[in-house]
């Protein structure tokens, strides 16, 4: 059996070597700067039932993905809860949110951009609120807030202090959400997940790891196929 193929590497000032298997399959690997390949290809043969293992488990999740279809009555997340949908003669503006989502029913071919549209909107007025609170709260310096597409990760923190969060999570509660943003403004201070950057978020979240639990558990809910 031939070594599984990389789709991604990255080299870091990391002392160790990293597989990362994608939601989508995909292998990401991380090493060290200077790593050799037969290093790393040696590596990833020793890991490859765990690989494998891990693609049928990613497989199994996608399947279970939710596929909206925009009837009478599906139930879409916001902010932790599900809110049914309905339809109702034209009207503008074509999405609306009332404790239920009222669509136009001229609206409907185009109902899966509306409703992406709208909760990009919503996240972007919630979480630059939010991040503006905490960043106060504890003393981060930060650039900007930027929503994203991002299907792997739900947010990340670049080295300018950009703070990237993808519209899904506006889909989840409260508290998570809260947790996703102290964690990326911890990367304004601990730009790795050194044990200083987990003490610092620690500090804040003192159950972190419950909610990392979580996320980790309910996320196939918030994506959409």
Same mark, same amino acid.
């Given at each position: 059996?031939?070594?599984?193929?990389? +789709?991604?590497? =990255?080299?870091?000032? &990391?002392? #160790? =070597?990293?597989? %990362?298997?994608?939601? +989508?399959? &995909?292998?990401? %690997?991380?090493?060290?700067?200077?790593?050799?390949?037969?290093? =790393?290809?040696?590596?990833?043969? !020793? $890991?490859? +039932?765990?690989?494998?293992?891990?693609?049928?488990?990613?497989?199994? &999740?996608?399947?279970?993905?939710?596929? *909206? *279809?925009?009837?009478?009555?599906?139930?879409?997340?916001?902010?932790?809860?599900?809110?049914?949908?309905?339809? %109702?003669?034209?009207?503008?503006?074509?999405?609306?949110?009332?404790?239920?989502?009222?669509? !136009?029913?001229?609206?409907?071919?185009?109902?899966? $951009? &509306?409703?992406?549209?709208?909760?990009?909107?919503?996240?972007?007025?919630?979480? #630059?609120?939010?991040?503006?609170?905490?960043?106060?709260?504890?003393?981060?310096?930060?650039?900007? %807030?930027?929503? #994203? !597409?991002?299907?792997?990760?739900?947010?990340?923190? !670049?080295?300018?202090? #950009?703070?990237?969060?993808?519209?899904?999570?506006?889909?989840?509660?409260?508290?998570?959400?809260?947790? @996703?943003?102290?964690?990326?403004?911890? *990367?304004?201070? *601990?730009?790795?997940?050194?044990?200083?950057?987990?003490?610092?978020?620690?500090?804040? @979240?003192?159950?972190?790891?419950?909610?990392? $639990?979580?996320?980790?558990?309910?996320?196939?809910?918030?994506?959409?196929?």
């Amino acid at each position: 059996m031939g070594t599984i193929p990389i +789709d991604e590497l =990255i080299l870091s000032r &990391r002392k #160790t =070597i990293a597989l %990362v298997v994608q939601p +989508d399959g &995909r292998l990401l %690997v991380r090493a060290p700067l200077r790593t050799n390949r037969n290093l =790393i290809d040696a590596f990833i043969t !020793s $890991k490859t +039932d765990w690989i494998e293992k891990t693609r049928q488990m990613q497989h199994a &999740r996608r399947k279970s993905i939710p596929r *909206h *279809h925009f009837v009478e009555g599906e139930q879409f997340w916001y902010l932790g809860q599900q809110f049914p949908l309905r339809l %109702v003669p034209p009207k503008r503006p074509a999405l609306q949110f009332d404790l239920a989502f009222v669509l !136009s029913e001229n609206a409907l071919p185009q109902a899966r $951009k &509306r409703f992406e549209d709208w909760y990009r909107e919503q996240a972007r007025l919630y979480l #630059t609120e939010r991040v503006a609170y905490f960043a106060q709260c504890y003393n981060f310096n930060y650039q900007k %807030v930027k929503i #994203t !597409s991002a299907r792997t990760r739900w947010g990340s923190c !670049s080295a300018r202090g #950009t703070i990237n969060f993808a519209w899904r999570l506006i889909m989840a509660p409260p508290e998570i959400i809260d947790y @996703v943003i102290l964690h990326e403004l911890s *990367h304004t201070v *601990h730009h790795n997940h050194s044990q200083s950057f987990w003490s610092l978020v620690l500090s804040m @979240v003192p159950d972190y790891t419950a909610k990392r $639990k979580w996320l980790k558990q309910h996320s196939q809910q918030f994506h959409w196929e």
